[in-house]
């Protein structure tokens, strides 16, 4: 029975050192959400696969968990269809439950199930795992938290301002320097309105962001060799050029995109979150950036996504506006707008640059050396007092090796040891000892709780 | 598409009320946790099913979630195999992985794999879900959470007493009067010894828990009646009637098990453990209760457990020491002692009860009234002044009619709303109004945040 135990692949254990940095992670972000009145809602790990299926394009739907029924799950399945052997097919006899692949579906059908009791705006944030049958590499994992704040019922910009400000305020608080990136896919549908080459969006995009690596002569070849017409790449050069602050490059998407009703839309909603976050004052710099085409098929209005500026690492935090949240649950007119924190790969930001802060990691701060058993007793009593005042204690249960005890709050990087002998015991004191300096000194409890709170 | 959708039963979906009242459940224990140097891991939610099959018995392998290889998982099944239809034999090839059913297994798979970064002794705490496919019923779901801290690597029972105090503290912060009952597997052990009755432990503690109600010549009717001699049930007089206080059990103990050694090693342990708890002054009761026979194919000291003293409801905590956690995954010479809060039932007790602190289950502390652009656009930087004042404050985003906006701050239970109109706007200051008293003044965004603080 002494099999070798492992995990499953793509899985991962957190120590407690990589536990008090999660927990410093999704702790700052759970407090700005609720500094902005967002309010946490869970749902369940499993849902019914008739919930899940269909929802995240054929490719997505093998890469759910499924969970086989229990009981007899061959009951009512024919030889011949057992013998065919479909693996697709035969998964949705065997099973009805799947684990949840995003927060977004679940929070649709939460909307869906719920709309009786929620008072709209309903402003959720949703911070739990999702499992996808990915193929495992560095930085993917088949198990990872998603940490998702939306607003849905309102189609107010006001809400894409504020989480511009989340996003801001969540950065700022790491330490980590971004740039937040915004585009709306009304101006997207605008470009291609005008140059009439609707569904050519995402190589313009593509062909843009390369210009300044291989030029504009290189960039119009490649919208050319895409199948873009000779006047359409005429109309596009003032968009490929688009430089400047936000307030020109609108000022120019206004001239270009005069003919487009859906594009000017787009200009005015991007013109309404950036001058008002500019009077707000944010801390981090925020910038118009028409390459940014992720979710085209999902997002309606604006999109945003945040880069961080001193490492390499793709986008750390993303969202948009989206219509419809809910018309494949059979409730339509919810719309919304909502972001994601990339919480895995904010980790690796964080750990690269250094930024935890030391509180946010260290456990213990004080532990008492066990001498023996009537030392002991002393101590916890002394140990009751310093927990009392909210001070993280501990003793070392054992009566051990002076060297073992030492090692052990070394291993915890505890920062204070108190020691107790004959001595402290004659005169209610402790020895207190700084584990960084080595100063030793004599306190009375009371002045032992001053010293460490 | 319009499927009306449904939830997974014996699962659920936790609102934002409900969720205010489960993380202050889990605040307050995590707090409690750390306050004695307990350090937080998480596992996996799937583990390979070669980690938990045959860990809960036949029945608990039945219970196990198992989860669906992906691709094909067909291969190297035989038609006959397949036709045998055999649900359990199957499920083996069709399936490698299962959702933890405790936090046990898989704390003791990861004591084994990371047994060499690890320094004992390791306390540590583990608060997540764990799913059985159980028949769901009241109070028992297919998905909860366990909030578990065990400490593996010391025989000390200055474990023991820390854990009590910890049951102690929890409870006493959460406004809960409880009694803490405590027993040792070592007593009954013992009893069974000197009465040579050692297969028959469960039948004498059930009888024995009986004697309130059906009296003495019942009781010993019944232990006759499951086969226990005339003379055993003799022996065992002085325990069935057992009475006074923690000291005058042991004392009675002591001399009934003199023949046993270890009932005599029970009844120290139970001593050192009473007697520095006496010492420390709990703020519960603790009571030796020989009937308390939780976990005894697995328990080998203390067996402790909790009861909610002004509800009706079973144990609301329970735990105690084992020995040899991950002998089964090869490593042996672990014991620990551990508990575990009963989340799910706290819950319902804190609802009972009414015990809930208004600050833990309020949001929102401020609403801004949005009457129109201009007066949404001074709010929002008020708003941004009394956010970073660390004040939880929204805004409704759209111009709605006052009735809906004021709905909603009663809805979400928000105790204060601020209205911004063009008088506000002229003297740079806003009207606060207080929901439960109705009362309205004008101050300025300082005024504002002294208020609210």
């Known amino acids: 029975m002494a099999a070798k135990p492992s995990i499953p692949k793509g899985t991962r254990d957190f120590s407690p050192v990589e536990m008090a940095k999660r927990n410093y992670i999704f702790n700052t972000i759970r407090e700005v959400y609720h500094l902005y009145g967002f309010q946490q809602i869970e749902t369940p790990s499993m849902e019914m696969l008739s919930t899940l299926m269909g929802k995240y394009g054929e490719e997505g739907d093998k890469l759910l968990f499924k969970i086989q029924n229990s009981g007899d799950y061959f009951s009512g399945l024919t030889d011949e269809e057992l013998l065919s052997r479909n693996a697709v097919k035969l998964a949705s ?121 291989i030029g504009l002569d290189n960039v119009n070849a490649e919208l050319k060799e895409k199948g873009i017409s000779d006047e359409a790449i005429a109309k596009l050069q003032p968009i490929i050029l688009l430089n400047g602050s936000n307030e020109e490059k609108l000022a120019t998407l206004k001239e270009v995109l005069a003919a487009s009703e859906t594009g000017l839309k787009g200009v005015e909603e991007s013109e309404f979150i950036l001058s008002t ?146 001595n402290e015991m004659n005169e209610g004191k402790v020895t207190l000892k700084n584990m960084e300096t080595g100063e030793q000194k004599m306190v009375t409890p009371q002045e032992l709780v001053s010293e460490l709170k």
């Open 93 to 213: 006899k065997f099973c009805e439950k799947g684990l949840r692949y995003d927060l977004t579906v679940p929070f649709a059908r939460y909307v869906v199930m719920h709309r009786d009791e929620i008072t709209f705006p309903f402003k959720r944030y949703q911070i739990q795992p999702v499992w996808r049958a990915d193929r495992p590499q560095k930085g993917r994992y088949r198990e990872f938290y998603q940490c998702d704040a939306d607003v849905v019922g309102s189609d107010s910009l006001l809400n894409e301002v504020e989480l511009m400000q989340i996003v801001d305020t969540v950065f700022t608080r790491f330490g980590i320097r971004v740039c937040i990136k915004i585009n709306n896919r009304k101006i997207l549908s605008g470009i291609a309105e005008i140059i009439g080459e609707s569904d050519k969006i995402v190589d313009i995009t593509v062909a843009i962001d390369k210009l300044d690596k």
């Open 277 to 422: 976050l500019k009077s707000l004052g944010l801390k981090n710099e925020i910038e118009l950036d028409l390459t940014l085409a992720r979710g085209l098929n999902y997002y309606t209005g604006a999109i945003f996504e945040v880069k961080a500026l001193d490492v390499q690492i793709g986008s750390i935090t993303g969202g948009g506006r989206y219509d419809n949240l809910t018309g494949v649950f059979g409730l339509s007119g919810v719309s919304g707008v909502g972001i994601s924190f990339g919480a895995d790969r904010i980790f690796d930001v964080l750990n690269q640059l250094d930024l935890y802060p030391k509180e946010a990691v260290n456990g213990t701060q004080l532990l008492f050396i066990n001498f023996g058993e009537k030392e002991a007793a002393f101590s916890m009593n002394v140990l009751a007092e310093v927990r009392a005042a909210g001070i993280r204690a501990e003793i070392f249960p054992d009566a051990s090796k002076m060297k073992k005890q030492m090692g052990y709050a070394n291993s915890k990087a505890i920062p204070f040891v108190a020691l107790v002998g004959e």
